[in-house]
């Protein structure tokens, strides 16, 4: 296999891909070889632009629109991608939305619109697609993000559906490893998109990259292309797995500047603990 395409021949349905990360991540694949199914909500400009840049990598490219609120229309979305690949040897559970709110202030809407979108739909949608993904011993790659591990004000509902997402891949994962299907979840952290760049200008958006461990912010790139390596047999034998393409965020122990202070404070500028 040519080692700059590594999902040639795969099938891959793509949700969310209109937009940001899930636009790259189905892009990606195109580039590596695969046929794809770009799902989109609203975005229709997006997945269809995206389609035509599919295409013109020398792959079968599609855009489909489902609204992630209504399970119907996700079973829909199943048949009609299942149908236009041929078979389905990739899901990429993508689409998700969020909102920033005060714990006290979200509503029930609110809280049952974040949990259908982001992870009722992606349940159903893997559910319909399961007897396509058992004949081609395929590939499951749920998006969540380090709101699933970390906790920061105002995400209350979104870090409860990320959190479902780690722990119902990591069932799921082992409810069909044996029967030859494989599950993982990929966490980014800050990677700046349209969206951001409109709700805090390019500027503010960019400037996030300072306070991560590596000095810059990610981009859909970086994210696609770890989404693409765990589509591919590369990955054969990661299994159940939530794998962080962060930058350091995670890793980083906030408060580690007063650590900092105190072991200092006994020895002077300059102890390493340990040496």
Not at 26 to 38: K, P, T
Not at 167 to 178: D, G
Not at 200 to 223: H, M, R, S
């Amino acid at each position: 296999m040519n080692a700059g395409r590594k999902l040639t021949g795969k099938r891959a349905l793509v949700t969310g891909a209109g937009t940001g990360i899930g636009r790259e991540i189905g892009l990606e694949f195109a580039r590596q070889g695969a046929a794809v199914a770009f799902h989109y909500g609203r975005s229709a400009d997006g997945a269809l632009s995206a389609v035509r840049e599919a295409r013109d990598a020398g792959v079968r490219a599609e855009a489909f629109q489902a609204d992630f609120n209504q399970v119907e229309e996700v079973r829909k979305l199943a048949r009609a991608a299942e149908e236009f690949l041929g078979g389905v040897d990739v899901l990429v559970n993508n689409a998700g939305i969020t909102f920033n709110r005060v714990f006290e202030n979200v509503t029930p809407e609110q809280f049952d619109t974040l949990f259908h979108v982001n992870i009722r739909a992606q349940f159903f949608l893997t559910q319909a697609l399961l007897p396509a993904l058992l004949a081609s011993r395929g590939a499951i790659v749920n998006m969540t993000s380090v709101h699933a591990l970390l906790g920061r004000q105002g995400h209350s509902v979104y870090a409860g559906t990320k959190g479902a997402i780690v722990a119902y891949t990591r069932e799921l994962a082992v409810e069909l490893a044996p029967r030859g299907v494989r599950v993982n979840a990929l966490a980014p952290g800050a990677v700046p998109v349209d969206s951001h760049r409109e709700l805090f200008g390019a500027e503010a958006a960019n400037e996030i990259g300072k306070g991560i461990p590596c000095g810059f912010a990610g981009t859909p790139l970086d994210i696609a292309k770890v989404a693409a390596f765990l589509a591919s047999d590369d990955a054969r034998y990661i299994v159940g797995q939530t794998i962080i393409a962060d930058g350091g965020t995670s890793a980083w122990m906030s408060f580690d500047q007063g650590f900092k202070d105190l072991w200092e404070a006994p020895f002077g500028r300059g102890y390493v603990p340990g040496v």
